[in-house]
């Protein structure tokens, strides 16, 4: 990745986090809340009038915050707000919600799509100008091992190799295909930005960050600058 070479960038934060909890289990807050973290400080990273916003107190972040419409109450991984409005309505200028594929390559990944889409949508119900960002964390390891107490007896399938690398790639253009939002008047349920993350972790041992196709490559809108830049532009147009 291209930046400051001192700046470790979140998807290698987010692989050093699971090789020091390795079983982890991914249903939790704790790795949602790590990725967010190193999100933010990316972010900051990369965008002055961000920073400059944080500094000046007229914006905050809250992880785990309740994002709200006028009849449903959603809550996001990570909000970035305006602490000055009164609320519920139009608080969240950023938001950001992390989803990851871990196995099931096939069912799951089309309920974590849904996900995204449905996550939009209440985003922009909540403020027609907020930016509803997401991650994916799409595991590409034909040997996870799920550490919940259901997923111990499993038999899993097996897979040849060819068939795997197809499934793998299939997932990846699944969500790299999701339109992206460019103004408030477009449909509600496309996401502003979107990051797609390959790792590879058999649940046991250490993880690693894959970087080569089919990952997202550089200026790809699904690469992680792309990501953060399109964030960054669109606050400054918006906010």
Do not use: C
């Amino acid at each position: 990745m291209s930046g400051a070479p001192s700046h470790i960038w979140a998807p290698q934060r987010y692989v050093e986090w699971i090789n020091q909890h390795l079983g982890f289990n991914p249903r939790s807050q704790q790795q949602s809340n790590a990725l967010s973290a190193y999100m933010l400080d990316d972010l900051r990273s990369i965008s002055p009038r961000v920073d400059a916003d944080f500094r000046a107190g007229s914006l905050g972040a809250k992880p785990n915050q309740d994002i709200r419409t006028r009849i449903v109450t959603r809550n996001v991984d990570l909000v970035l707000l305006d602490p000055a409005e009164p609320g519920p309505l139009n608080q969240a200028r950023i938001a950001t919600e992390h989803k990851t594929l871990m196995t099931a390559h096939g069912k799951a990944r089309k309920n974590r799509y849904g996900d995204i889409i449905a996550y939009a949508n209440h985003v922009h119900n909540h403020h027609l100008s907020a930016i509803a960002a997401a991650s994916m964390v799409i595991n590409t390891s034909v040997a996870y091992a799920n550490p919940d107490a259901f997923a111990q007896n499993l038999v899993r399938p097996q897979f040849q190799a060819d068939r795997w690398q197809k499934l793998i790639k299939g997932t990846v253009q699944l969500y790299t295909g999701i339109p992206l939002r460019e103004r408030p008047n477009e449909p509600s349920d496309q996401p502003e930005a979107l990051a797609v993350i390959l790792i590879d972790y058999d649940g046991m041992n250490p993880a690693r960050l894959i970087t080569a196709p089919p990952a997202p490559q550089p200026g790809d809108p699904a690469h992680i600058l792309t990501f953060y830049e399109r964030i960054a532009s669109l606050y400054a147009q918006r906010f």
